[in-house]
C-alpha cells in the first residue's frame, strides 16, 4: 500500500493568517500522463469529507480561491492563504493513484 | 445531482456478518469510467479504503480485509452492496459509499455515512 504522511497532525491558526498542511507519499503520486493523482478533502465536524482539490492543485467546484495546493511527485502542500472560522475540520491527503486508496492520519484545524 | 446514500444496521454483534447497501443517483454504475467504493472510519480516526466495484465488474479489495469483505453491484435497482463476515468490536465505525471518476481525477463524491456499532 502506498502510504501517506501528513504533518502537522495540529494546527491552531489565528483568524486571517495563513495556514499549511504537508502531505507525502511513499511512492510517487505522479502519472505518466502528468497528473498528480493526489486529493486534499476537509471533513467539517459531523459531516462527510467533501473534496477541496484534485489533480494536486486544481481547486473543486466551488472551492474558494484562498485554499491552493502544489507539489508533485512524494511532496504535496495544501495552503490557507487566510484561515477563515468556516475552514476548521480535518484535512486529508488520499491518493486514488493505486488501491487501495490511501488516505493521510489528518490534520485537525482549529481557531485559536 | 451524485447522491450516495448507505443503509443497513447500526448494531451488530461479534461474529456476525455486516451487509450494507449502497443506493444511489445521479449516474449509472453501467457508464464507462465509474465505480462505487466502500470506506470505513473509526472514531478519532482517518478514513480507510474496504472495496471497490467499477463499471465493468472489475472489484478492487484491501488486501488486510480482502478474505472477509464482498462487494457487489445490481445496476437496474442502482445499488452497490458489501458485505463483511465475522464482525469485531475494531470494526466499529462509520461506513460511507463514495462515487469515483475513475477516468477524470479519480475524486470521491461521498454518501453521508451510516455509524456500525459492534458489541454484544
Known amino acids: 500500500d502506498i502510504v501517506m504522511t501528513q504533518s502537522p497532525l495540529s494546527l491552531p491558526v489565528t483568524p486571517g493568517e495563513p495556514a499549511s498542511i504537508s502531505c507525502r507519499s511513499s511512492?510517487?503520486?505522479?502519472?505518466?500522463?502528468?497528473?498528480?493523482?493526489l486529493h486534499w478533502y476537509l471533513q467539517k465536524p459531523g459531516q462527510s469529507p467533501q473534496l477541496l482539490i484534485h489533480?494536486?492543485?486544481t481547486r473543486a467546484s466551488g472551492v474558494p480561491d484562498r485554499f491552493s495546493g502544489s507539489g508533485s511527485g512524494t511532496d504535496f502542500t495544501l495552503k490557507i492563504s487566510r484561515v477563515e472560522a468556516e475552514d476548521v475540520g480535518v484535512y486529508y491527503c488520499?491518493?486514488?493513484?493505486?488501491?487501495?486508496?490511501?488516505f493521510g492520519q489528518g490534520t485537525k484545524l482549529e481557531i485559536k | 445531482q451524485i447522491t450516495l446514500k448507505e443503509s443497513g444496521p447500526t448494531l451488530v454483534k461479534p461474529t456476525q456478518t455486516l451487509t450494507l447497501t449502497c443506493t444511489f443517483s445521479?449516474?449509472?454504475?453501467?457508464?464507462?469510467?465509474?465505480?462505487v467504493g466502500w470506506i470505513r472510519q473509526p472514531p478519532g480516526k482517518a478514513p480507510e479504503s474496504l472495496a471497490l466495484?467499477?463499471?465493468?465488474?472489475?472489484?478492487r479489495y484491501s488486501p488486510s480485509l480482502k478474505s472477509r469483505l464482498t462487494i457487489t453491484k445490481d445496476t437496474s435497482r442502482n445499488q452497490v452492496v458489501l458485505t463483511m463476515t465475522n464482525m469485531d468490536p475494531v470494526d466499529t465505525a462509520t461506513y460511507y459509499c463514495?462515487?469515483?471518476?475513475?477516468?477524470?481525477?479519480?475524486?470521491?463524491?461521498w454518501g453521508q455515512g451510516t455509524l456500525v456499532t459492534v458489541s454484544s
Open positions: 463514495a462515487h469515483q471518476d475513475y477516468y477524470g481525477s479519480g475524486s470521491l463524491t
Open positions: 445521479g449516474f449509472s454504475l453501467t457508464t464507462s469510467g465509474v465505480g
Open positions: 466495484i467499477y463499471w465493468n465488474d472489475d472489484k
Open positions: 511512492q510517487s503520486l505522479l502519472h505518466s500522463n502528468g497528473f498528480n493523482y
Open positions: 489533480w494536486g492543485s
Open positions: 488520499m491518493q486514488p493513484l493505486e488501491t487501495p486508496h490511501t
